[in-house]
């Protein structure tokens, strides 16, 4: 069946600008975390939605990022105002049925790169 | 501080030349330690959980091993397919996953 689905796979915007940053899931998984990637670091675990619990937000690095999960399904990750130290990998990933130790699936990223 | 390291951060081997990859962790209470793959520009892949010490869990060439305090990650005679970098991580208190900075691995024919 189809993975998890990431939009855009690039994008480059000017600092300052605001972007959005789109997640499809896997139908049916009930937990969607968003994780950045920079050059030579780990993954940096950022927010976590699961079903119509109030989501973790506790990895968001400043009140710049924020995100949205509509119908338990799309989530959208939002930048405002962009910073170069923003150019990063962002990942998403789905897991089923939501537990700690279920698989992560996740998509294959988009890249932003904040000139 | 959970934390998770990984060693060698890079590792090159010749084909069929066995080696292992090292996590290390330091973590309250593990609910799991959870190996992926990650090829280039692609998200990573979901290889292995492994919940005790003394668990062992196979995979084609890879067997992935737990001790109290570390995972090794066994790699028996790759093939240039198996280049990729290799993350491990371990739950927090909450519902991430706090992964290593990985080990790349590259194999050549």
């Known amino acids: 069946g189809a993975g998890v689905s990431q939009s855009p796979s690039n994008k480059v915007t000017e600092k300052g600008k605001d972007v959005e940053l789109r997640c499809d899931p896997i139908?049916?998984?009930?937990?969607l975390y968003w994780y950045r990637q920079s050059l030579g670091q780990g993954l940096e675990f950022l927010i976590y939605?699961?079903?119509?619990?109030?989501?973790?937000k506790s990895g968001l690095p400043s009140d710049r990022f924020s995100a949205e999960r509509t119908g338990g399904s799309v989530s959208t990750l939002t930048i405002q105002r962009t910073q170069q130290e923003d150019s990063a990998v962002y990942l998403c990933?789905?897991?089923?049925?939501?537990?700690?130790?279920?698989?992560?699936?996740f998509g294959n990223g988009t890249r932003l790169t904040v000139t | 501080e959970d934390q998770v390291t990984q060693s060698p951060e890079a590792l090159r081997l010749q084909e069929g030349e066995s080696s292992s990859l090292n996590c290390s962790y330091t973590?309250?209470?593990?609910?799991?330690l959870f190996w992926y793959r990650q090829d280039p520009g692609k998200g990573p892949e979901f290889l292995f959980t492994?919940?005790?010490a003394g668990e062992e869990k196979e995979k084609e060439r890879l067997k992935a091993t737990l001790t109290k305090k570390e995972s090794f990650l066994h790699i028996t005679a790759p093939k240039p397919e198996d280049s990729a970098t290799y993350l491990c991580?371990?739950?927090?208190?909450?519902?991430?996953?706090?992964f290593g900075k990985g080990t790349s691995l590259l194999v050549t024919p």
């Open positions: 139908s049916g998984h009930t937990a």
């Open positions: 939605f699961q079903g119509n619990s109030a989501p973790d």
């Open positions: 973590v309250s209470g593990l609910r799991g």
């Open positions: 991580a371990v739950p927090t208190s909450g519902y991430a996953l706090n």
């Open positions: 492994l919940y005790s």
């Open positions: 990933a789905s897991s089923s049925p939501g537990m700690v130790n279920s698989p992560l699936h």
